[in-house]
Structure formats: structure tokens, C-alpha cells
């Protein structure tokens, strides 16, 4: 009888291996003849009765089988029905374990509970695992593969072999070849077989996998030698996907630099002004994007997606504006007074930051992702949020549109004069004042749009601002002031050089030998990476 339950099992291993993924369904009077099988004979029967089952293919059998090793399965005396049993104080409560009709009650007597041992439980689970990896859903086989990977249950093995030889999405099934190996680790097959387990693994690569292979690297013989092989192997491989990563998050750092120093690179090459009210324009761009959010939640929630593109042409305007009336209140008098400037910005940053605590309150306010925004996909090993990602990309439009504004319009061509030559300029006709008014607004118009980025990634507080103007004063002078390319250059190889000492150096000493750098690359080009041309800058 032994030899026969494992003759069925194997044949409905090899129907499920040319089976297509996708689940069957049997009429429910055969279904019942075959649930009825399981209360017929001892365990020997049952194994039988199990890998007939899974052979319908039926996504209702793994209920039933999990229902079966839970022991809710009976059999009722009277007719010897398979049936399922709750109690219900001194009775069962009975159902249909394949239709779930309700059944009535029964006394505990009229039953019979269908005893399962440990080679039941492995022949239900391989069973479950089959039914499972067979689902018609990608997820749900996905899911299953991966729970195996994380268990490596042996009897699994068997379930593996028949969903490979089945599964047609090439991405799945590298999942369950990857399972089925580390099933085959924790298994007694032969070490022929480990070692095929281990070349599989390494070949899959990832971390993954080195950890799969972390409990073998210490082991004697050819097992482990192998897998210390391929565990040295896939750190030299994540060591460079972790230089990858890094350098995407030091994109990512370089791009929000950029946004916080495009719009100073502006200001402080055309007057020449050391603006440290800088940092409270992106302030009150990303406290706008916090009052769209606010307007559309209670109004209009349906255009929550659209909130951040409605924001951004409003940050420009209430920032611009801002930044207009600093001008042409404050700094309009201070021009060629480097230290009453930086005096006079620093007063007026203080000021807005306790404004927007008397509206705002000094909490952090929430601003939300978009759901364009939100998740994270990845490429190998590398991870990659799609804030970030949207955010480089936005810095690279913002940058490109400034650099047509400033060389394809005549408000460019005066500003660009007044930066070369500011008295020449002015002989020429152009209203040097009105330009520095606009320049100034222009550059905290663009701090107010790098808010509304930042108010994805970074707390909204009355100090927001204040985390990023050291570094946009860095990023200026060390690509070359009033120079936008040396603005990008500038921000993105100190974002990348950041990210890259951090693992090393850590984040507070990082930034430490980065400042050190950049005081002694100015020593030797005081003007930066690119310095402006121009006879006035020139002397």
C-alpha cells in the first residue's frame, strides 16, 4: 500500500508538471467524491486520497488540505461524509468543505475527526505548495516561491520541480529555481545536488543569496568550499552595486542641491549679494504646497494628484514676490556693503521664520506624496524611490528652463550684461535696478518651486531652510559664482562625493572633509570650476 500512495504522488506531480499555471475547477459531486476519499482507509489512503486532489488542479483543495492538517476535517458516521466541524458548545456546527453549505449541527458523537501524522502534514504542505504555485494569479505564485525561499522546506521540493516545469513568466520562475535551491540545501538529497543548489545560488546572485549561503560558508568538504566560492563572488558583485547605489543617492542629493542653489547662483552673480534669507524662500514654497494640500483635502480631494502642479507655479509667484519686496525694501540700499547685506538678509530670515511660526505653528506640517510619487521600484540591487527619481528629474527641467529664459530672452540678455559689465550695462540704457529686482525675485522664485521638491523628502518647518543655505553658498562658489552650469557641475559631484565618504567617513565627518576640500580648492581657483568672462570681472 506504501508503494502504491507513492505512485500516486508521483503521478499527480507529473500531471501538474505539464498542467498550465493557471487553476482548474471540477464539478463540485466530483470534488465531494474525492474529499470523501480522505475519511476512507488509514494514512496510507489518505496520502492517496491527498495527491488526487492536487491533481484536480481546484483552487478550493487548498482549503480543504489546510483545513485538514488544521484537524477541522470529520467524518459524519451516518453516511461517511466528509465534512467540516466548529464547535458550538456541546455540538459541531457542520459545512460543506467544498461548497461551504451549512450543514446544521451534529452531536460530537456523530463525528469522527480524520486523524493526520507528520508524513500526512508533508504531503498536505508539498500539496498546498503545488496548488499554490499553480495560481492563475502571478502574485499569489510569486508569494509562494518567495515563502518557500524563507523556509527552504524540503518536502517543498517536489512542488517546485512540478510549478517550474509550468511556470511560462521567466521572472517567476527564477524565484522558484532560487527556492527550490535553498530547499535542496536543508534537504538529504546528495551533495552532487548541493553543490548544483550552490552554482544555481550564485548565479542568482544578490543579498538574497548570500544569505542563503551564510549557514553553509563555514562548513567542511565541497559544500562549503563552493560556498565560500560564491559567497566571495556575490560581495565582489554588491560592492559594486553598492558604489551604484551610492551614486544614485548622491544624485539624488545633487539634485536637491541644485534646486536649493540654482536660484542663489542668480542672485549672488548678478549683485553680488550674500543673501542668507535664501533658505526661508524654500521655506514658504513648500509651506504653499502645505496650504494647496491643506485647500484640496478639504475641497477638492479628488485633485490630490494634481496638488504639487498646482503648487508650483503658486510657490514661484509667493516667492518671487517675497523675494521682490526684499529687494526693493532691504537690499536696494545695501549694494557694495558685502557685511551690512549678509547682516541685513540674516535679520530678515529670522523674521520669516517667526512669521510662519505665528501662522503656521513650529511643528512639522505634513505634506503629502502624490501617488505618482510614491513606492519604489528597483534595477539589480539597486532601489530607487520614485520621489527621489521625479525630484532629479524636476531639477533638470527647472535647470534647463532657466538657461533658455537667460539666453533666449531679452530679460536674460540685460541680466546676463548687468553680471559681465554692470556700468556698462547701465550706459547702454538698461535699468540696472529693475533687473537686479527682477533677478532677485527670479532666483527666489526657483527656491520657492525647489520647496515644494523638498517638501517631499524633508519635514516642513519653520527651519527648513536653514539645512540647505551652507550648502547652496558651498555649491556656488565651488562651481563658479553666478555660473549655472558650475552650479550643476558643482551640485551634483558634491552630492555624489557625499554620499560616497559617508559609508566610510560617516555623514558629520563626510561633510566635515568636504568643506576642507572646497576651502583648499579655492586657494588655488578663488573663482571656481567656471569662472565668468568678462573684462569688469576680469579686473
Not at 134 to 142: C, H, I, K, Q
Not at 214 to 242: C, F, H, M, P, Q
Request: proline share 3%.
Amino acid at each position: 500500500m506504501r508503494y502504491f500512495s507513492v505512485l500516486i504522488t508521483a503521478l499527480w506531480l507529473m500531471l501538474s508538471a505539464v498542467a498550465a499555471p493557471a487553476a482548474t475547477v471540477i464539478a463540485d459531486a466530483d470534488l465531494t467524491r474525492l474529499v470523501n476519499q480522505l475519511g476512507v482507509g488509514g494514512f496510507d489512503e489518505a496520502d492517496a486520497a491527498i495527491g488526487s486532489l492536487a491533481a484536480t488542479g481546484d483552487g478550493r483543495v487548498s482549503a480543504i488540505l489546510d483545513a485538514l492538517g488544521e484537524g477541522d476535517l470529520f467524518v459524519r458516521k451516518t453516511d461517511k461524509a466528509v465534512v467540516k466541524a466548529e464547535a458550538a458548545g456541546r455540538e459541531f456546527k457542520l459545512t460543506d468543505p467544498v461548497t461551504g453549505a451549512d450543514l446544521g449541527t451534529a452531536p460530537k458523537a456523530a463525528v469522527e475527526k480524520i486523524r493526520v501524522n507528520n508524513r500526512l502534514r508533508r504531503t498536505i504542505a508539498a500539496a498546498v505548495g503545488t496548488l499554490t504555485l499553480r495560481s492563475d494569479d502571478p502574485a499569489v505564485r510569486r508569494s509562494a516561491a518567495e515563502a518557500v525561499m524563507k523556509s527552504k522546506d524540503a518536502a517543498a521540493i517536489p512542488a517546485l520541480d512540478a510549478a517550474i516545469a509550468a511556470e511560462t513568466d521567466e521572472r517567476i520562475k527564477v524565484v522558484m529555481v532560487a527556492a527550490r535551491a535553498a530547499a535542496v540545501l536543508e534537504s538529504d538529497l546528495p551533495e552532487a545536488d548541493k553543490l548544483a543548489a550552490i552554482e544555481t545560488i550564485g548565479d542568482l546572485g544578490g543579498r538574497d543569496a548570500l544569505a542563503m549561503l551564510a549557514s553553509y560558508t563555514g562548513a567542511n568538504g565541497a559544500v562549503g568550499e563552493a560556498a565560500r566560492k560564491a559567497s566571495t563572488s556575490i560581495e565582489s558583485s554588491l560592492l559594486l552595486w553598492d558604489a551604484a547605489q551610492n551614486i544614485t543617492y548622491g544624485l539624488s542629493l545633487g539634485s536637491v542641491l541644485l534646486l536649493a542653489a540654482i536660484g542663489l547662483a542668480i542672485t549672488f552673480g548678478v549683485m553680488g549679494v550674500i543673501n542668507m534669507a535664501h533658505g526661508e524662500m524654500v521655506m514658504i514654497g513648500a509651506y504653499v504646497t502645505f496650504v494647496v494640500q491643506e485647500v484640496i483635502r478639504t475641497s477638492a480631494p479628488d485633485l490630490f494628484d494634481y496638488s504639487l502642479l498646482i503648487a508650483l507655479p503658486l510657490a514661484f509667484l509667493v516667492s518671487g514676490g517675497v523675494g521682490v519686496l526684499i529687494e526693493r525694501s532691504v537690499i536696494r540700499w545695501l549694494y557694495g556693503r558685502p557685511l551690512e547685506t549678509l547682516l541685513a538678509t540674516w535679520g530678515v530670515s529670522l523674521m520669516l521664520q517667526q512669521a510662519v511660526r505665528t501662522i503656521f505653528g513650529a511643528q512639522n506640517r505634513e505634506v503629502g506624496n502624490p501617488s505618482w510619487m510614491s513606492g519604489s521600484f528597483t534595477v539589480g540591487e539597486l532601489a530607487v524611490t520614485w520621489s527621489r527619481l521625479w525630484i532629479i528629474v524636476f531639477a533638470l527641467v527647472v535647470f534647463a528652463g532657466l538657461m533658455l529664459v537667460l539666453k533666449r530672452t531679452p530679460f536674460g540678455l540685460q541680466t546676463r550684461a548687468v553680471t559681465q559689465n554692470r556700468q556698462m550695462a547701465s550706459a547702454m540704457g538698461i535699468r540696472t535696478p529693475w533687473v537686479d529686482a527682477f533677478t532677485f525675485g527670479l532666483g527666489s522664485g526657483i527656491a520657492g518651486i525647489a520647496g515644494v521638491a523638498l517638501s517631499q523628502i524633508d519635514n516642513v518647518s519653520p527651519n527648513l531652510g536653514q539645512g540647505y543655505i551652507i550648502d547652496s553658498f558651498m555649491v556656488v562658489v565651488f562651481g563658479g559664482v553666478g555660473n549655472l552650469w558650475g552650479t550643476l557641475v558643482g551640485a551634483m559631484t558634491l552630492g555624489i562625493a557625499n554620499k560616497l565618504l559617508e559609508p566610510y567617513a560617516g555623514a558629520v565627518l563626510g561633510k566635515i572633509l568636504l568643506l576642507v576640500f572646497i576651502i583648499l580648492f579655492i586657494q588655488k581657483r578663488p573663482r571656481g570650476l567656471f569662472a565668468l568672462k568678462g573684462r569688469a570681472i576680469e579686473a
